[in-house]
């Protein structure tokens, strides 16, 4: 039987490493991707994935938003989750709705238990034989994410 896939995007070669072994070791098979344009690869791919974490700030190109976007739009309902130290009041303009976030530093278990509250733990396959073009990206009709009423005092309180 396979195990359910995450696509994990970050720039940070030890933070990926060390985070997709603690993913793989909750049972999850993990696609690591260092930059937009590897994540543009396997989402291109179509392989069937369970979920999509990424880092928002991947350096030089896109950034983990508009991967988000492309994965969606290959991948329509495919749970999102953010991980950074410094967009956190971006995610509210930016992010896909349902995602989550997480702020950095954080504990890698924090992201399987973020996986654990949005996955339906049944891989999401593709809608389209060729996803859009990546000059689309950014101009991906998918709303912004709001944060829920319960959870605004964290939003702030990671801005202070």
């Known amino acids: 039987m396979a195990r359910d896939c995450i ?11 060390e985070n997709s072994e603690v993913i793989r070791e909750s049972g999850f098979d993990v696609v690591e991707a260092c930059c937009a344009a ?8 179509h392989d069937p994935l369970t979920a999509l974490v990424t880092d928002i700030d991947l350096g030089d190109g896109a950034d983990g938003f508009e991967v ?4 969606r739009s290959a991948y ?13 009041a971006r995610i509210s303009l930016e992010g896909l709705r349902g995602a989550d ?13 973020a996986l654990h509250r949005i996955v339906k733990l ?22 912004p994410l709001a944060p ?4 605004t005092h964290v939003m702030t309180e990671t801005l202070l």
């Open 68 to 71: 988000a976007r492309y994965a």
């Open 148 to 151: 829920p009423a319960d959870k």
């Open 7 to 17: 696509l994990y995007v970050e720039d940070d070669l030890l933070c990926s490493l």
């Open 122 to 143: 049944e891989p999401v396959s593709s809608m389209f034989d060729v996803a859009p073009p990546i000059e689309a990206w950014a101009r991906a009709d998918t709303p």
């Open 38 to 45: 590897e994540a543009a690869a396997v989402i291109d791919r």
């Open 76 to 88: 329509p309902g495919l749970p999102v989750v953010y991980v950074s130290a410094a967009a956190a």
């Open 101 to 113: 976030f997480i702020a950095k530093p954080f504990h890698a278990q924090q992201i399987i238990a």
